[in-house]
């Protein structure tokens, strides 16, 4: 079951579901949530760095929204938009 688990996770496909797992692992230290966060940048593609936005927010806003919305500063959101529309 363990290995099923571990197996999961480390496929490249679920690297989404890894940086949430690491994201609620680290919540209670701001240094390491926002180390944590900015690392996702090296390991997501814009899709799934889109979609950890919303679910950071949903899930942190009251606690980390400066520090969030500081992260994607200079994440183009309208890009990606435009590119799910065509």
Known sequence: MQYQLICKIMNPTNMLELQKLVLENVFENS?????????????LD???????????????????????????????????SLILTH
């Open 31 to 43: 240094n390491l949530f926002e180390k944590e966060l900015r690392k996702s940048f090296k390991w």
């Open 46 to 80: 814009k899709e799934d760095l889109c979609n950890l936005y919303y679910w950071s927010i949903g899930k942190f806003n009251e606690r980390y929204h400066n520090l969030i919305n500081c992260v994607y500063s200079g994440f183009d959101f309208q890009i990606y």
